[in-house]
């Protein structure tokens, strides 16, 4: 054994190994960090510090700075399927409309969804940025330059629900337009967020 | 605590450490996750080629400015610089015949480190259309990347057959794949249900039933069931954290490993499918395959 462990190859095995074991162990420190640190649920500011600095570098462009958080569903409405629909402003050339994923299904659809949520709900970008983007990348396709952009959620229906209210509901509509070259996004207020126009000397109710 | 035991335990580490991560293994369970790799992979593909130029053309709903907007500062894509049509089609090819390369396992050393670094670049042109299938199949990727996965089941060990050098030794670089695969397959596991039990509805038993209402996304409508028995809908709510905290903890143990690991071919695409994510069970029984296909000890 310990003529083995003098041969040059043993000691050549021995330093490769060695160094693969730093290797993992920097890399399974890195995993349980990124795993720790991408937690919705909150993480230290020195587990996210120590991550962004040391190990999100070499690991984002991996696709490797993962928490791998699948819950499935918490049964909340943003686990709810969303679509988009993107239609002409002009109410003249209502028909020409975009409603994706439309009929197709499966993970191509899947991803339609996820863009549908990620401007509703938002991510780790600006929904306005994405939701602007989208409209843009519409004008071609529907011969226009002003569109309204709107993600429609499909409600999650209660165990004991009698009735069956699956229409999907408007969360997040925009109209998007381009002028004189500029990019323009006007949200839409949802109804229930508009104060009630209220004039002096007008009695209420 | 004697000195002797104190001294022992850093030695048992070690010596587990070095059996776990160095004892050569059989290429072929690897070159089994190989293929099944790629062939989730080109049905991911699949999933992005009708839309391709309608997200990442020239006039496409996410230009590069946007994508840079919604992923890390450290994130990088090949896609950012393919500024016509033709020239992301190219990038999109070239991905599709690497991802085929690796199928069959032609020129499997260099295609299957090309495999994780087109993926990455796509995932990264498209953050917010990545899910949770994709984000497994990286991890999966890049094992691959590290192992010696086309030494069996592939063109080039037939090649090397035809020419007489055939040989497929069992393999270190093999095992450090393995063992990464089955150290992401118990971190996902793990991961997975603490996202879950911070949710109600893994806990009063409801799960299932808001997993089976999506009417667009799910594969198969289970409301009837659910809705007739509420002890079936409590009971496959239960299950799946617990079949994922018996799978992340079942997995290292020599004496329950392989029957987990089989276990969890079956149990991952079930819960893929109930949960209108099939590729994504795939993915995740494939990071288990390895284990699986080892040969359980004997008493």
């Known amino acids: 054994m310990a003529a083995q462990r003098s041969s040059p190859s043993a000691v050549q095995t021995d330093a490769v190994r060695a160094a693969v074991t730093v290797a993992l162990g920097v890399y399974l420190v890195g995993l349980l960090l990124t795993v720790l640190g991408n937690s919705s649920s909150g993480s230290s500011a020195l587990v996210r510090t120590i991550k962004g600095r040391l190990f999100a570098p070499w690991l984002v462009p991996a696709w490797l700075d993962l928490g791998f958080e699948q819950h499935l569903t918490h049964g909340v409405p943003e686990d709810a399927d969303h679509a988009l629909e993107i239609r002409p402003t002009d109410p003249m050339r209502s028909e020409a409309v975009l409603r994706l994923p439309g009929a197709f299904g499966g993970e191509r659809a899947a991803r339609w969804r996820r863009l549908a949520r990620a401007i509703a709900i938002g991510g780790s970008g600006d929904p306005a940025v994405l939701a602007a983007a989208v409209g843009r990348g519409a004008f071609p396709v529907l011969g226009t330059q002003d569109v309204r952009v709107r993600v429609l959620r499909r409600p999650l229906p209660e165990r004991r629900a009698t009735a069956d209210d699956g229409d999907p509901r408007q969360v997040y509509a925009a109209r998007v337009r381009l002028v004189d070259g500029e990019l323009q996004l006007l949200p839409s207020e949802p109804r229930g967020e508009v104060a009630p126009l209220v004039r002096p000397g007008e009695a209420t109710p | ?299």
């Open chain 2, 1 to 299: 605590m004697n000195g002797l035991d104190a001294r022992a335990k850093p030695a048992n580490f070690a010596n587990r450490w070095l059996a776990f991560w160095f004892t050569p293994t059989d290429p072929r369970p690897l070159a089994v996750v190989r293929i099944l790799a790629a062939a989730i992979g080109l049905l991911l593909l699949w999933s992005y080629a009708a839309d391709m130029q309608t997200w990442f053309g020239p006039d496409g709903m996410i230009d590069p400015a946007t994508a840079a907007a919604w992923r890390s500062p450290f994130g990088f894509s090949i896609y950012d610089f393919a500024s016509s049509a033709a020239a992301v089609r190219l990038v999109f090819a070239v991905t599709v015949v690497v991802f085929l390369l690796l199928l069959v396992g032609w020129c499997t050393p260099v295609v299957s480190l090309a495999a994780p670094v087109l993926w990455a670049t796509l995932l990264h042109r498209g953050p917010m259309l990545a899910g949770a299938a994709d984000d497994c199949l990286a991890v999966l990727l890049w094992c691959l990347a590290i192992g010696r996965s086309g030494r069996g089941l592939s063109v080039d060990h037939l090649l090397a057959v035809r020419n007489g050098r055939a040989t497929s030794p069992p393999s270190v670089r093999c095992r450090i794949a393995e063992g990464l695969l089955q150290v992401h397959a118990a971190v996902i596991a793990a991961a997975a249900t603490v996202a879950q039990l911070k949710g109600d509805v893994w806990w009063n038993g409801t799960a299932a039933w808001w997993l089976a209402v999506r009417q667009d996304s799910r594969l198969v409508d289970l409301t009837g069931p659910f809705g007739a028995s509420e002890y079936l809908m409590n009971l496959v709510t239960h299950a799946i954290p617990l079949f994922e905290i018996l799978f992340a903890i079942g997995i290292w143990p020599a004496a329950t490993r392989t029957a987990v690991a089989r276990a969890g071919l079956v149990a991952w695409p079930l819960i893929g499918l109930l949960a209108g994510a099939p590729l994504w069970g795939l993915t995740l029984a494939t990071l288990g395959l390895p284990a699986a296909l080892r040969t359980p000890p004997t008493p």
